[in-house]
Antibody, heavy 121, light 107 residues
């Protein structure tokens, strides 16, 4: 059974950093891209970033480019989202999702339960 | 960036009815790379359909997707109370990936 478990969320001050982690199990991790999607309170889904199976290809939404960094450690079956210079508009639940394919330009067939991030002073 | 526009915003329906949700893309999608997700309150999204018309594993056959180019639909026949949710379309043929704004279905 595929499982994705996110952690690392919480309350952070504007301008501060936060690192999210997502531990995966139940599939061959390095064969699939991983994606972060966020959802602001009461709003729709927003794609944030994706990374391919080996970590060689990554892309970011314009709204987070230059501030967020996605990475993965295939030896630990874990994908990370390093978030810096956080803003109030980054407040959201962040979901980790497994892509259907090796590349991140893909639909997502399994999702974590989500981790809340609140940016506020 | 491809913008996906979903309509209507909200639907209020009765059990057993049939409904069609619309997703319109701002430009033609590559090879029908369009997915539909269902999200219930407090839960993560669930993949329903990919490739515009292929149901994901375990999805009941009352959910069906169709369309091509810029116009796509998700049809739910024989609505059940547990189908109450927000439904999102997503395109994955062009970077960046984008989602529609969602259609809320109330049963």
């Amino acid at each position: 059974e595929v499982q994705l478990v996110e952690s690392g969320g919480g309350l952070v001050q504007p301008g501060g950093p936060l690192r999210l982690s997502c531990v995966a199990s139940g599939f061959t991790f390095n064969k699939y891209a991983m994606i972060w999607v966020r959802q602001a309170p009461g709003k729709g889904l927003e794609w944030v970033s994706g990374i391919n199976g080996r970590g060689a290809s990554r892309l970011y939404a314009d709204s987070v480019k230059g501030r967020f960094t996605i990475s993965r450690d295939n030896s630990k079956n874990t994908v990370y989202l390093e978030m810096n210079s956080l803003r109030a508009e980054d407040t959201a639940t962040y979901f980790c999702a497994k892509a259907v394919s090796y590349e991140w330009l893909s639909e997502m067939d399994h999702w974590g339960q989500g981790v809340p991030v609140t940016v506020s002073s | 960036e491809i913008v996906l526009t979903q309509s209507p915003g909200t639907l209020s329906l009765s059990p057993g009815e049939r409904t069609t949700l619309s997703c319109r893309a701002s430009q033609s999608l590559t090879a029908r790379f369009l997915a539909w997700y269902q999200q219930k309150p407090g839960q993560a999204p669930r993949l329903l359909v990919s490739g515009a018309s292929t149901r994901a594993s375990g999805i009941p056959d009352r959910f069906s997707g169709s369309g091509s180019g810029t116009d796509f639909t998700l049809t739910i026949s024989r609505l059940e109370p547990e189908d109450s949710a927000v439904y999102y379309c997503q395109q994955y043929g062009n970077s960046p990936l984008t989602f529609g704004g969602g259609t809320k279905v109330e049963i």
